[in-house]
């Protein structure tokens, strides 16, 4: 197992890690946005996800 981290590594806004089982099976312990000028203007999810099958929420924000 390990930990691929997709957002929230250089700042604080979108916070996304992938935990990997193995070549078939990963979770994703949030899927956050980016805010500020760190923000995109589509909602695209810029790495695979094929072998996703769980999203773990650990918080969420109105905004």
Known sequence: ??????GAVNG???????????DQSSFLI???L????DS???LNIE??????HALIVTHCHID
Do not use: K, P, W, Y
């Not at 980016?34 to 000028?37: L, R, V």
């Not at 790495?47 to 996703?52: E, L, Q």
């Open 1 to 6: 197992m390990h930990i691929l981290h997709h």
């Open 12 to 22: 604080v806004t979108g916070s996304c890690h992938q935990l990997i089982i193995n």
């Open 30 to 32: 949030d899927c956050g």
């Open 34 to 37: 980016f805010q500020g000028e």
């Open 40 to 42: 995109v203007d589509d």
């Open 47 to 52: 790495f695979n996800i094929d072998t996703v």
